[in-house]
């Protein structure tokens, strides 16, 4: 009976690890550099806990006519944020992996200020982006290349 008992634990402790190494290492494959679908922005999405964040790390309209210096979020509703910096920006904010997408995020857009919810699955080595208010199926929806 002790055999039995320790037995159905080892696998059940087996299954759990394997399902959990699994299901982590599929959570993980949205992380890297992505073009964005104009190929006019380039953001990185990494983890931080047991969340994905994206930010934007280089931008066709993100530079002053130097092409060195940031521009700013002035587009931001929020007059104490309008002062940072496009560049580095965390854009994408919050993401859950459920069922095979990442959900319960936002996307912000700077050029024009506004953030929406926001649901991304790989879909064919492509990331596709839904960024919607209320229903996910009214909302826009591109595609990214990774890079």
Do not use: H
């Not at 190929?39 to 066709?60: H, M």
């Not at 130097?66 to 104490?80: I, L, Q, R, W």
């Amino acid at each position: 009976m002790k055999k039995n008992i320790l037995f159905l634990l080892a696998a059940l402790f087996t299954f759990t690890t394997a399902a959990f190494s699994q299901s982590t290492t599929e959570a993980d494959q949205i992380i890297g550099t992505w073009q964005t679908a104009e190929k006019d922005g380039k953001i990185e999405i990494y983890k931080q806990g047991n969340k994905y964040f994206g930010k934007l790390t280089w931008g066709a309209r993100i530079f002053e006519a130097d092409g060195k210096t940031s521009k700013k979020d002035v587009k931001n509703p929020e007059k104490s944020l309008q002062g940072r910096n496009l560049q580095n920006l965390v854009i994408l904010t919050d993401f859950d992996f459920e069922g095979g997408k990442w959900e319960n995020g936002k996307i912000y857009d700077p050029e024009s200020g506004k953030t929406y919810s926001c649901v991304m699955k790989l879909d064919n080595k492509r990331l596709k982006i839904t960024g919607y208010i209320g229903f996910s199926w009214i909302g826009k929806t591109v595609l990214w290349d990774r890079i």
